[in-house]
């Protein structure tokens, strides 16, 4: 299937307001920031994907417990995930990052053309204190590709703003949660911080709005078990960074 959609051309970009972020450029396009390589695949997952009923999208922000829920959702989804048999446990072999692709980047941003209908149903997707969080994860991004550090008070204010990538926050979080006043058959908002506090509570919250509610107490309790952070960190896939 051919983009209808125009690729971020040096013309496009010339045209789109600017601003600089972590020393990289950002663009303002349909009311959001985004960075010169991330807008192609962008346009062309907004013109060209079809979502289909069943589908299952995590849209949180980053740094806002995205990789947790990424590990939360196959779990539920596995009916051997309420289970002791681990033979087919995803998160054994794969890093949360790759059982939630997105469809920006690591489908349209891959493959100009892709073929999602080639995966199984239901699909699951993903599409894109938050601040201090996010400030050190791109202060040791930047570190590495020799841009150095950036200060919080310049961070901070560039965040109000809502320059930043996906930005701006407030907004993306407001028109999901209006959402799931309007439709909550529909969308689901969570609260990192209830996620916390009430894991058990959240967990089968989330299960019967997927459409998998749990049938025994031992299942809640197994599935809370296979996503934890302790067992996680000491995975091997999540210790190399990379599937084995």
């Known amino acids: 299937m051919e983009s209808s959609f125009p690729n971020a051309s040096p013309t496009l970009l010339g045209e789109l307001p600017k601003e600089t972020w972590w020393g990289f450029d950002l663009y303002n396009w349909e009311g959001f920031w985004f960075g010169s390589s991330f807008l192609s695949p962008v346009m062309a997952a907004r013109s060209n994907f079809q979502a289909s009923d069943d589908d299952v999208f995590l849209t949180s922000s980053m740094k806002t417990g995205t990789t947790w829920l990424k590990a939360i959702i196959p779990t539920i989804m596995n ?83 809502g320059v930043h990538a996906s930005g701006p926050f407030h907004d993306h979080v407001l028109s999901y949660w209006k959402e799931s006043l309007r439709r909550p058959e529909k969308v689901l908002f969570l609260r990192y911080e209830d996620l916390k506090k009430d894991p058990m509570g959240q967990v089968k919250k989330l299960a019967s709005f997927l459409g998998r509610p749990f049938a025994k107490e031992e299942e809640v309790d197994k599935v809370l078990w296979r996503y934890s952070l302790e067992r996680l960190k000491n995975l091997e896939v999540n210790q190399n960074g990379v599937d084995p």
Do not use: Y
């Not at 990052?97 to 469809?103: A, T």
């Not at 690591?106 to 969080?133: C, E, G």
């Not at 994860?137 to 841009?147: D, L, R, V």
């Open 79 to 161: 009916p051997k995930g309420r289970t002791n048999d681990d033979i087919d446990d995803p998160l054994l072999k794969h890093h949360p990052n790759d059982l939630l692709p997105s469809p920006e980047l690591q489908l349209f941003m891959a493959n100009p053309n892709p073929d999602p209908t080639s995966m199984p149903s239901p699909r699951l997707f993903r599409s894109h204190d938050t601040v201090v969080s996010l400030w050190h994860f791109m202060n040791s991004w930047a570190t590495a590709m020799g841009k150095g550090p950036w200060k919080m008070n310049g961070a901070f204010e560039s965040f109000c703003r």
